[in-house]
C-alpha cells in the first residue's frame, strides 16, 4: 500500500512558525504567497521559509535546508534570529561555495550543523564570512541546539 504525503506541512510550519515569533514583538516578518519572510538584524541576514508542500524550506543568507516538522521549522527560524546561531560562508572569490549553519553552546564552542555547498568555482582568493542575528536575545532560545537535527 502506497503512503500518501501530507501536502499541507509546509502551511503548517509557516503558521506554526508566525505563532511562535508572536512570542517576540520585535520581530518584523511577512507572510504571503507560500512564504514567509523574517527581517534579520542590520548585520546579519534575512530568513525565508518557503512552503514546499509535503515539507518546508528555510533559507539564510546562502544557506538552506529542508524540514519535515512543522514545529522544527518554527524553533529553527527563532534560533537564526538569535546570537546563539551563525551562518559560516566560505568565499571563493567573489562566489559562496559553502555554508554551515553553527550553533553556540553555554560554554562558547560553535558546532557545525547543516551544510549547503557547491562545487564551482574551485579558484579564487579564499575566505570565510560569519554572519548571525540579535534580533532574539540569546536568553530566550533553549540552549539545546536544533541544528543536530
Do not use: C
Not at 518554527?74 to 562566489?95: C, D, E, F, N
Amino acid at each position: 500500500m502506497a503512503t500518501q504525503l501530507d501536502d499541507t506541512i509546509g502551511k503548517q510550519a509557516i503558521a506554526a512558525t508566525v505563532a511562535r515569533l508572536g512570542e517576540f514583538p520585535d520581530v518584523e516578518y511577512e507572510q504571503g504567497d507560500g512564504r514567509l519572510s523574517v527581517k534579520g538584524s542590520p548585520d546579519g541576514f534575512d530568513i525565508v521559509v518557503r512552503d514546499e508542500g509535503h515539507g518546508a524550506t528555510i533559507e539564510a543568507g546562502h544557506w538552506h535546508d529542508h524540514f519535515s516538522e512543522p514545529d522544527d521549522v518554527a524553533k529553527y527560524v527563532v534560533w537564526l534570529l538569535s546570537p546563539r546561531m551563525r551562518i559560516q560562508t566560505t568565499y571563493r572569490g567573489k562566489h559562496a561555495v559553502k555554508s554551515v549553519v553553527e550553533s553556540r553552546l553555554e560554554d562558547g564552542k560553535w558546532i557545525p550543523g547543516s551544510t549547503f555547498g557547491t562545487l564551482f568555482p574551485l579558484f579564487g582568493k579564499k575566505r570565510i564570512e560569519y554572519l548571525s542575528n540579535t534580533v532574539v536575545g540569546a536568553e530566550e532560545v533553549p540552549v539545546d541546539s536544533p541544528s543536530q537535527k
